[in-house]
């Protein structure tokens, strides 16, 4: 018996081919985001994701036919999450990000905001929330608003640094926290769920396979956010974009698919 799955109207599902394609939505998005915010006068302020699903993106945007197009010295780099690692680690968010893009194009170093991970991990989630507050402007309810927050998802249902049955999950005054995930043996800095639900716009970035049965679940399955906690991301007045590949949207149902595309 088949169901009929209904997304709010702020949702987006867009499916490409494959994961090169995909990424150009994505960077396509990103630019023409940037753009129309830097021509209303205002820097664009975007939140970047880690692992290993955006590298391809950011590659992409740092590309000779991408880069020109690009208003890099009006674009503020946040990331969502961190691991608490050095910025020489390998998993470091903001040393692949820097690998992949940011060196290689001019981007003033002020408007680079990376986690302070040679803190205390409690101190470097404290200086990041103050200078979240710092650069990026209040939107409703005196939370600052992200031009744009790019996501990624973990086949367990986390993103950004939001675990499963994790007590950050219900974190509703602090933007930015640290915390011991045991399932990954590591300390982790995340922003909290109500600072991503404010932003302008949120982007999910879920590619290949491996993805697909976690995809349908957030999807279009039951509401469990301790479970699957890419569920709690609602935007509050914003848009919600994903980004798939004909592989991550295997298992979602027809209907749904290319919904506001």
């Known amino acids: 018996m088949s169901q009929t799955i209904h997304l709010p109207a702020n949702v987006t599902v867009a499916v490409s081919h494959d994961a090169q394609s995909a990424n150009a939505v994505a960077a396509d998005m990103i630019v023409g985001l940037a753009r129309q915010t830097v021509s209303e006068g205002r820097n664009f302020t975007l939140a970047l994701s880690g692992g290993s699903t955006p590298k391809k993106l950011f590659e992409l945007l740092a590309s000779p036919q991408w880069q020109s197009k690009v208003p890099w010295d009006k674009i503020d780099f946040f990331w969502g999450d961190e691991r608490y690692v050095p910025i ?125 049965t976690v995809v349908r679940e957030i999807v279009a399955g039951v509401f469990d956010p301790e479970r699957l906690p890419a569920q709690l991301i609602r935007p509050a007045s914003g848009k919600l974009t994903w980004i798939l590949d004909s592989q991550s949207a295997g298992k979602l149902p027809p209907e749904i698919l290319n919904r506001g595309v």
């Open 88 to 212: 020489s680690d390998p998993s470091s968010n903001f040393r692949m990000t820097q690998e992949a893009m940011l060196s290689k194009v001019a981007i003033p170093q002020e408007r680079i905001h990376r986690w302070l991970t040679e803190k205390p991990a409690e101190e470097a989630a404290q200086l990041y929330d103050q200078e979240i507050r710092r650069v990026v402007p209040a939107g409703p309810n005196d939370v600052p608003q992200f031009d744009l927050i790019l996501l990624g998802l973990g086949t367990n249902g986390h993103t950004a640094s939001l675990f499963p049955y994790q007590p950050g999950l219900h974190e509703k005054t602090r933007l930015a926290f640290a915390e011991y995930i045991d399932e990954v043996k590591m300390q982790r800095l995340s922003f909290s769920a109500p600072l991503i639900n404010a932003a302008r716009q949120i982007v999910f970035l879920a590619l290949g396979a491996n993805k697909a």
